[in-house]
């Protein structure tokens, strides 16, 4: 038939599931980490219910409530009679937290953030100005809070970065434009995975703070161009720890 022009590959079998686990949501994630790391690539017939259910030991149910999750993710588009086929890549929804947790493992940990860097480099100085013409106190107390909570934490990783997170995230609700909120994903996974990439390396995350609180003061002062700078000069310190951990990686 036409539409079965691409050969259907059938994945490796995977373990047998236990009883009363959350089989749908492993069985999407294995399934979407199969489409990001290219197995499937974009217009490929996936294998039918029967087949996924024989793969990874799950019921059709099971497998046809991971098919809609994906399908919810802008990876597949399903068909009666046809089957589940992969969406071209611009409709996958990239910032889905599942989404962009798979993406990240199909690519090498510096290709991933330095596209995370870009992203970060577009929005977060236009947030910063942003944050500074428009935020309530509430919101500056928040961002505030957030620099203190790093400053006290600089000796324990975890919350080193839990902290650095909020702070990022209090600078994207500070600009008050709620289409910058789906964004706060990209942060999270740029900062869980610097931490990640440059962890085993000699990088000292508190010689940061002075920067974070640069652009803090900025914000209070209600400066937009200082915010800007003091921001840009944040990342560009962060592109320099990237550097140095790939250099000590070599």
């Keep these: 038939m036409g539409h079965t022009g691409q050969r259907r590959r059938k994945p490796a079998r995977g373990p047998q599931r236990k009883p009363g686990s959350r089989v749908h949501s492993e069985l999407a994630a294995g399934i979407g980490r199969r489409i990001l790391d290219g197995t499937y690539q974009p217009g490929s017939l996936l294998p039918n219910e029967a087949e996924w259910g024989e793969i990874f030991g799950a019921s059709r149910t099971a497998v046809r409530e991971a098919i809609k999750t994906l399908n919810g993710k802008g990876l597949l588009v399903s068909r009666p009679k046809i089957g589940s086929r992969v969406e071209p890549r611009e409709r996958w929804n990239l910032l889905d937290r599942d989404v962009m947790a798979w993406h990240r493992a199909a690519l090498d940990e510096r290709t991933f953030l330095l596209s995370l860097q870009e992203i970060r480099r577009i929005l977060e100085p236009g947030a910063a100005v942003l944050a500074a013409q428009r935020r309530s106190p509430q919101q500056l107390a928040a961002l505030e809070k957030a620099l203190a909570d790093m400053q006290s934490a600089v000796a324990r990783s975890e919350a080193m970065v839990a902290a650095d997170v909020r702070f990022h995230l209090a600078l994207l609700a500070a600009a008050n434009n709620e289409l910058l909120a789906p964004f706060g994903i990209v942060i999270e996974q740029a900062l869980a ?58």
Aim: glycine share 4%; aromatic share 4%.
């Design 193 to 250: 995975s610097m931490f990640a990439y440059t962890t085993s390396h000699a990088v000292h995350p508190e010689q940061m703070l002075p920067l974070h609180a640069r652009v803090v003061k900025a914000i209070a002062a209600r400066a937009p161009e200082a915010a800007r700078k003091a921001m840009t000069e944040l990342l560009d310190d962060t592109d320099e720890t990237l550097g140095a951990a790939a250099g000590a990686q070599a």
